[in-house]
């Protein structure tokens, strides 16, 4: 097996997916997909911590409303385990706003803000899922969320199927 091209990403369910009910459907696209799920716990996060997690955002002006959004209530974290899983995961969860996510996507299946409408509320687009953007986020993001004896290692029932 290749193994450095298995690779781990964080996920985040976010308040909306939690507060609408549907991190089922949403845990089952990953699980459909044949990734696997190593590590899984709720959060309710401090506007520190926020400041931790978008460190590359804090100073743009959709922060605040990002801030209030990510602290409004518990969080689903997870860290999500395949092959070359960071850009398989991205491609699961669809564009950073929902209108323009495709169909398919979990953005795109399960929620449909726009910038035009947020940035004229002064909110942040609500789109239901946090995946690390790449490697190098990957790895500091899961540092960030997970001890390591938080993240396990087990054999899934189809991994002959999937490696
Ligand atoms: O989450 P993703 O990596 O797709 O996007 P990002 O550019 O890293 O932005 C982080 C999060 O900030 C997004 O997922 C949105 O929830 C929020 N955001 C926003 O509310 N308004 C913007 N104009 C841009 C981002
Ligand atoms: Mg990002």
């Given at each position: 097996?290749?193994?450095?091209l298995i690779?781990?990403?964080?996920?985040?369910?976010?308040?909306?997916?939690?507060?609408?009910?549907i991190?089922g459907?949403?845990?089952?696209?990953?699980?459909?997909?044949?990734?696997k799920?190593v590590g899984?716990k709720?959060?309710w996060?401090?506007?520190?911590?926020?400041?931790?997690?978008?460190?590359a955002?804090?100073d743009?002006?959709?922060?605040?409303?990002?801030e209030?959004?990510?602290?409004?209530?518990?969080?689903?974290s997870?860290?999500v385990?395949?092959?070359?899983?960071?850009?398989a995961?991205?491609?699961?969860?669809?564009?950073?706003?929902?209108?323009?996510a495709?169909?398919?996507?979990?953005?795109?299946?399960f929620a449909h803000?726009s910038?035009?409408?947020t940035?004229?509320?002064?909110i942040?687009i609500?789109?239901?899922?946090?995946a690390?953007g790449?490697?190098k986020?990957?790895?500091?993001?899961?540092e960030l969320?997970?001890?390591?004896?938080?993240i396990h290692?087990?054999k899934?029932?189809h991994?002959t199927h999937?490696y």
């Open positions: 097996m290749p193994k450095n690779q781990q990403t964080l996920v985040l369910l976010k308040p909306d997916a939690i507060q609408r009910g991190i459907p949403i845990i089952s696209r990953f699980e459909q997909a044949g990734l799920i899984m709720m959060v996060v401090d506007k520190a911590f926020s400041k931790k997690h978008y460190s955002h804090v743009k002006k959709f922060y605040p409303g990002l209030n959004f990510i602290t409004s209530g518990p969080v689903i997870m860290v385990e395949g092959i070359q899983s960071v850009k995961v991205r491609k699961i969860v669809g564009s950073t706003e929902p209108h323009q495709s169909p398919g996507t979990i953005r795109g299946d803000h910038y035009e409408y940035d004229k509320k002064g942040a609500k789109n239901l899922i946090h690390s790449n490697i986020e990957a790895k500091k993001e899961i969320w997970f001890k390591a004896k938080e290692t087990y899934t029932v991994e999937v």
